[in-house]
């Protein structure tokens, strides 16, 4: 799809107005994916970092027909498990643009991955090399060093990563115990609103390649992790096309054409592709104020409230004098209050609620708590 704005808002004008449609066809809550708005995503992405290649990652959401698309498409992977390998190979991704970015692996998952030659693959620590030596003695291996992660929605830092001093014995020892020392790569923390954090990161990654050459480490790949962010909220600004020319220039300040420059995006692809269809199912004044109870919530396909810290826009297609109001979800649990302040008209039983931007880092990880199963997912042209 075209991605100028004019024709997105036609797009999006149009695919909003068939959700009543779709509830009504597959029931709610419905998880909807938009092919047009994925493509349009990756074609984003590709036009604002044109040197860089996306490994998309598939944890943010792994449907398989976002796997198909992408692959069809040439986008890398970044994987983080056995099952993981086995769809991106399944959909025909090429093993030579699939990373293994888990620096926790399990051996039988380094096994999997050198026998389905998926040879790259990310470590932070001395003890994951041994065991990538022992279980893959031909791997590619990738340094993952701390950075920055100040000023990103979702902090990675405190998990992941070498110290950036650490990193030049780490590879050394790579080398000797007879891995192939590939290159570096960092995550500035998901949803990141400071393009500062990748500035900074590729400088502490152009000192460490300059310290490798001296060392006599060939190193040819950069892997500038996730972290591209995304408008949840249409009064949001477009932090990604801002962050986006300093990144560009930095890449090719720093980094002669030799090296190359990939990505894993997960958010950035897959998160303005994705709508959660719920309906009203209870409604109740507590305090003073409309309380409404709907199919899905923070167990579900809203899960993301809690796991990736996010706060969705939620709409309606009824139009009125709105109030503000509670969104709760199904389940028996206090902790399953979506939202305490949303300003929406007056709802009744069986009216829709929809949240937009929310493909990523939701329906990956719904629960069936209370016996309630996750959304269908429905992938729509
Ligand atoms: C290793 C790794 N790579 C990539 C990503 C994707 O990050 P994002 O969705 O912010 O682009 C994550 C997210 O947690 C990650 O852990």
């Not at 994987?79 to 190979?89: C, G, R």
């Not at 693959?121 to 992660?149: C, G, W």
């Not at 932090?239 to 220039?249: T, V």
């Amino acid at each position: 799809m075209n991605t100028n704005v004019k024709n997105q808002n036609g797009y999006l004008k149009k695919l909003r107005a068939s959700f009543p449609r779709l509830a009504k066809r597959h029931g709610t809550p419905l998880f909807v994916i938009s092919r047009t708005l994925l493509l349009a995503q990756l074609a984003k992405f590709r036009k604002l970092l044109p040197r860089v290649e996306p490994f998309y990652a598939v944890k943010a959401n792994p449907n398989p027909d976002v796997i198909r698309t992408l692959a069809a498409e040439g986008c890398g992977f970044d994987v983080a498990s056995v099952p993981e390998i086995e769809w991106v190979l399944a959909a025909g991704a090429d093993p030579k643009r699939v990373i293994f970015a888990n620096t926790i692996k399990r051996p039988e998952a380094i096994k999997y991955a050198i026998r389905h030659r998926v040879r790259l693959m990310t470590f932070d620590s001395e003890y994951e090399l041994n065991k990538i030596a022992r279980h893959a003695p031909n791997a590619q291996v990738v340094v993952r060093i701390k950075v920055p992660n100040v000023g990103s929605v979702v902090e990675l830092s405190l998990k992941f990563g070498a110290e950036p001093a650490d990193a030049i014995p780490l590879l050394l020892k790579a080398k000797r115990l007879g891995l192939e020392p590939a290159g570096i790569s960092f995550h500035v923390g998901s949803q990141c609103l400071q393009g500062n954090n990748y500035l900074d990161a590729l400088e502490l990654t152009r000192m460490i390649l300059n310290e490798a050459e001296n060392k006599g480490l060939n190193l040819k790949l950069v892997d500038i992790g996730g972290g591209f962010p995304i408008r949840h909220f249409d009064s949001d600004p477009d932090w990604f096309a801002e962050i986006a020319p300093a990144l560009n220039m930095e890449l090719s300040r720093l980094f002669p054409d030799d090296i190359r420059i990939i990505a894993e995006p997960g958010r950035a692809i897959v998160g303005p592709s994705g709508f959660l269809l719920m309906s009203v199912i209870g409604k109740s004044i507590r305090n003073n104020k409309h309380w409404y109870y709907l199919d899905d919530g923070v167990y579900g396909a809203l899960s993301g409230t809690v796991f990736d810290h996010c706060k969705y826009q939620f709409a309606t297609l009824k139009q009125g004098p709105t109030q503000l109001t509670t969104l709760a979800g199904p389940t028996c649990d206090s902790l399953d209050i979506i939202s305490t302040a949303e300003e929406l008209p007056e709802l009744e039983l069986g009216d829709l609620v929809y949240a937009q931007n929310i493909g990523a880092y939701s329906i990956a990880h719904a629960t069936h708590f209370n016996g309630i199963p996750p959304a269908k997912t429905i992938f729509v042209p």
